[in-house]
């Protein structure tokens, strides 16, 4: 079992920057691969960033690339996500993510809103 705790949103202006941390504890962080996903209101929840047990190779969707950053920190059980040049289509609920094997845990999630 692992608990995930985000942190970090809030309100920021178009082209600001918010950095999301998620700290985790339970099991052994460092097996896990850590992602990050969003919902925004009447969407489905999409795919943000993902990183691995490691710490390499991360990995985004295209359209994110170059604006958002996750790393990982594995001595402090943390996985955080550097947005930059944020969109208001960027507006959503943060989610963490770990993942092990056929085993997916969630963190409750942190607002993200960016105004125009």
């Known amino acids: 079992q692992v608990q995930l705790v985000e942190s970090g949103g809030g309100l920021v202006q178009a082209g600001g920057s918010l950095k999301l941390s998620c700290a985790a504890s339970?099991?052994?962080?460092?097996?896990?691969?850590m992602g990050w996903f969003r919902q925004a209101p009447g969407k489905e929840r999409e795919f943000v960033a993902q990183?691995?047990?490691?710490?390499?190779?991360?990995y985004y969707p295209h359209s994110l690339e170059g604006r958002f950053t996750i790393s990982r920190d594995n001595g402090k059980a943390t996985v955080n996500l550097q947005m930059n040049s944020l969109k208001p289509e960027d507006t959503a609920v943060y989610y963490c993510?770990?993942?092990?094997?056929?085993?997916?845990?969630w963190g409750q999630g942190t607002q993200v809103t960016v105004s125009s």
């Open positions: 993510n770990a993942a092990f094997g056929i085993s997916s845990y």
């Open positions: 339970g099991r052994t962080f460092s097996d896990y691969n």
């Open positions: 990183i691995t047990p490691s710490g390499v190779s991360p």
